[in-house]
């Protein structure tokens, strides 16, 4: 029996560097996780955080290696496995596996329910039965609803925030003895996200299951974790408590870091002129599925129902809700993405459904989108600079020089260096090609930005900076923005205006102050007290929470399919705006 296995020690990273060629993007990490303990990887984008987990996993991407150090996993040495199938029976059974985006690496030909089903075949000697019953008992924990027929659906026909809970789902259903989950929260909202985090947990506790929690998000952090290990350009900068961490940090990076999660006073952009830019009137959006080819009739999904909202030019209005509420549906539906079923959109007296070829055409260039996903929306055979300049190919006044050097411009903007323009997107990190996501919408100037979750996927340094950035660029071009996002302290900063949806409806419209003091919805009560922030208190930074009244578990469905926002509800009454210090890290 090894050292390892005499104590409570499942994972020892000891002097690891990780190298790719010559370059080594990991340098001296030495690190242990305890068997049941779930630990914090926390750091900006490029810092080395997933190259870190996926060494666990013997999954260095490319002609990346593990040049030096030994990584030592429940008795086995994983940078030196004695067999090819020994790595091959840790992954998946023994160390799960969430990667961050959940679209590129769920397989876009298979259904939902084969490709949950592969593992279990795999690792496991249940019976069909008895795997189809665990997988439809996890995709119901991860808040799913109608598991039985979003098995046999394909990824494309679900939200982002639903690709990433059955990712989720898809890894615990075996239970590893150690999860390492990157970014694994990013695209859901508020609700899902601490649901999904409380899950994680759960497991943890139940199964004595070790968990690595790769995040930018050191509000979550702070709730669910009980250690912070904290990355800079590849090296550990510092490890410790939570709490000790939080109210008391060493490391000037680590500083920096907490005080990038103070986003500071909120300053919402206002429309300069009454008259909308952008007006949508009673919007309905119905998605059909066909059973067997429409032989077994069809089932129809109503994605939008009867939302009506208005944008007044260089406004910024906030979209949010939880993920498969319609928020990305009702953005595409103004870009003309999806079909709508009934309602009108008009932007600047042009009513979209009835419009021109030739409308449409100049229309591109004055409605621009950020699509949530920047792995898929990337193309990636073109380099950075080249998909930059495919925002500007609308503008025929500017020359090819001009473009060009239009799209550096930007891309310094979004804070990316000039040598990365002549890189392809697989060369950088999730939270750098959402950067060149924001840089292509905003190159060519428009009217009007439909921004879906463009900071998502960005760390805290990064997400202060673009907002500061849209602020800066707003002032400078007076540009509008319908700006989605589950992330109710982002919209705050930005927005003037807030439009509440849920399952399709707007339960709830309001100034963004307004809305944040005295909400009037429950739906939105609950969302805001599921947003968790960084406070800083009288002995550093404390983990706080907005003080609402919380739905009963039996009232939840009553509101759902709510139309009235004013219905009344019995609920406990709590100063607005009250904030309560929750103990962090258990």
């Keep these: 029996m090894t050292d390892l296995e005499q104590n409570d020690t499942i994972l020892s990273i000891s002097n690891l560097e990780v190298s790719f060629g010559a370059a080594s993007v990991i340098r001296n990490v030495n690190l242990t996780l305890d068997r049941g303990e779930i630990l914090a990887l926390v750091g900006e984008s490029g810092s080395g955080k997933s190259v870190l987990g996926r060494s666990i996993l013997g999954l260095v991407p490319g002609n990346g290696r593990v040049s030096q150090g030994h990584i030592h996993f429940n008795g086995h040495d994983v940078t030196n496995p004695t067999t090819k199938d020994e790595l091959r029976h840790l992954r998946g059974r023994e160390i799960g596996l969430i990667f961050q985006e959940p679209l590129s690496s769920l397989n876009p030909n298979l259904r939902i329910g084969e490709q949950m089903f592969e593992a279990m075949r795999e690792h496991t000697d249940l019976s069909m039965r008895d795997i189809r019953e665990r997988a439809i008992d996890m995709l119901k924990q991860v808040k799913l609803e109608n598991p039985e027929r979003l098995l046999n659906r394909y990824p494309h026909e679900f939200s982002g925030g639903m690709r990433q809970r059955i990712m989720i789902a898809s890894v615990m259903m075996l239970k590893p003895a150690l999860l390492i989950a990157d970014e694994p929260t990013t695209a859901l909202d508020a ?69 990038s999660t103070q986003l500071g006073v909120a300053a919402p952009i206002v429309g300069t002129d009454s008259t909308p830019l952008l007006a949508v009137d009673d919007l309905s959006i119905d998605f059909v599925e066909k059973r067997l080819f429409g032989l077994l009739g069809q089932n129809v999904n109503h994605a939008v129902r009867n939302v009506s909202l208005a944008i007044r030019p260089g406004e910024f209005v906030g979209l949010v809700g939880e993920s498969g509420s319609g928020k990305s549906t009702i953005g595409r539906a103004i870009a003309k993405l999806v079909p709508q079923v009934s309602g009108t959109v008009r932007f600047d007296d042009t009513n979209l459904g009835d419009c021109t070829g030739a409308e449409e055409y100049m229309l591109r260039r004055r409605i621009r989108f950020v699509f949530q996903d920047p792995y898929s929306s990337l193309n990636p055979r073109m380099r950075i600079e080249q998909i930059v300049r495919e925002g500007l190919r609308f503008d ?45 919408a905003l190159v060519s100037q428009p009217d009007l930005v439909i921004a879906d979750e463009p900071v998502s996927a960005l760390d805290v340094t990064i997400q202060a900076q673009i907002l500061d950035l849209l602020k800066n660029l707003q002032q400078k071009l007076g540009f509008a923005c319908l700006f989605i996002s589950h992330d109710l302290h982002i919209v705050e900063q930005l927005c003037a205006r807030l439009y509440v949806l849920h399952r399709g409806r707007v339960m709830e419209q309001a100034e963004t102050g307004t809305l944040f003091s005295a909400p009037r919805h429950p739906y939105t009560r609950r969302l805001m007290s599921a947003s968790p922030r960084l406070v800083q208190g009288l002995d550093g930074l404390q983990l706080s929470m907005t003080a609402l009244p919380v739905v009963a578990e039996q009232d939840r469905t009553d509101y759902y399919d709510a139309k009235d926002a004013a219905q009344p509800y019995q609920l406990a009454e709590a100063a607005p705006g009250h904030f309560v210090a929750l103990q962090a890290g258990r």
């Design 191 to 259: 609700i899902v996200q601490h649901e999904v985090l409380n899950i994680m947990a759960e497991v943890a506790r139940a199964h004595g299951t070790a968990v690595i929690l790769i995040s930018h998000d050191l509000a979550a952090v702070a709730a669910f974790a009980q250690r912070i290990a904290v990355m800079e350009k590849g090296e550990l900068v510092e490890t410790g408590d939570t709490d000790e961490v939080l109210r008391r940090p060493n490391h000037d990076y680590t500083k920096r870091l907490l005080a």
């Design 396 to 440: 025929r006044d500017l020359s090819k020089m001009e473009k060009q050097a239009r799209a550096m411009e930007m891309l310094a903007a979004v804070g990316l260096s000039a040598d990365m323009a002549s890189r392809y997107p697989h060369a950088l990190s999730g939270g750098q090609r959402q950067r060149v996501a924001i840089a292509r």
